[in-house]
C-alpha cells in the first residue's frame, strides 16, 4: 500500500477545523441544512483526499490490509490508531467529514432533485445486521473457515476507493461503484450502512467519543424534528434513548431544525444544561 503523508497532515487540519465548526458554528439558523460550509468542505475532501492524493490511506485501508497479512504489523496497528483517534474525538467525524468516498455519498443524497423522493431511513438493525455478517464472513474467509481460499479479502472486489485511482480493473468495483453511487441519490451513504468495515468498528467507537451530539432535556419539546431531519435513526435513537442507536455522521442536520435549540454538539463528559446550547447563526 502507498500511502500519501501528505493526507495524514492534512487530515487533522481538516478535522479540527470541522469540529471547531460543529462545537461553535454548526447551530441552528435560518438557512437551509446541510450548510454551505459543511458542503465546500465535503467537496474538498472529494477533490483533495480522493482525487488529488489518491485512495490511500483511507479509514478502510488498515483493516484490510490487516487481513491481507504480511507487512509490517506495527505499521498497520498504528494507521489503524491514527483512524481510530478522529473517531475517538468526535462521533465518526472521519466517516462524516475526511472519508472520500462517504463524502461523495453525501454529496450525491444532497442532490438537488433530492428533495422529491421519499425520505428513506433504513432500520438500523437491518444495516448493522448485513455489516455484521459481511464483517463475520470475511473474517471466516481469512482464517480459512470458510471457502476453499485462504487469505481471501472479501472486500477488495468490491473496494469502491479504487474510484480515487482510476483503477477499474476488475468489474466488481466497477459495479461496486456504479450501484453504490446510484443508491446514493435516494438512501443516505448506502457503502457506509451496509459495507463498510471501519464503519462497522467507528460504531463501537462512538461509545468512547470525547465530542458528539448532546440533548438538553429540559428544553427538549419533543416535537421529532430532529429525527425527521436525521437521515438515519441516529437521532430518533439518542432522543428516546435506545441502547443500540444508529451511528451518527456528525452532519449537523439535527442541530439546525431543533425550534427549541435543546441539541448542541460537544464534549460528552459535560452536561448540556450547564453547558448551554447557543442559538447563534453559523458563519
Known sequence: MEISFLKLWLWPLLLLAALWWLVRGGRRSTSPYPQRVFLVALTLTVLVFGFALGSSPNPIDPLLDLARGGGSLAGKLLLLLYFSCFALLGTKLICGWGCPFGALQELLYEFPPRHRHAHRQLPFLATMAVRTLI?????????????????????????????????????????????????????????????????????????????????????????SACAHACPLEAARGRLEGWPLAADCFSCARCLRVCPAAAIDYGPRWRRPESAGPSSAAPP
Do not use: K
Open 135 to 223: 464483517f463475520g464472513a470475511a473474517f471466516l474467509v481469512v482464517a480459512g473457515w470458510l471457502g476453499s481460499n485462504p487469505g481471501t479479502v472479501l472486500y477488495d472486489p468490491i473496494n469502491p476507493f479504487r474510484l480515487f485511482d482510476f483503477d477499474f480493473t476488475l468489474a466488481t468495483v466497477v459495479a461496486s461503484i456504479v450501484v453504490f453511487l446510484g443508491l446514493a441519490f435516494f438512501v443516505y451513504r448506502p457503502f457506509c450502512q451496509l459495507v463498510c468495515p471501519f464503519g462497522w468498528y467507528s460504531w463501537f467507537l462512538e461509545r468512547f467519543s470525547l465530542f458528539g451530539i448532546r440533548i438538553n432535556r429540559r428544553r427538549c419539546s419533543r416535537c
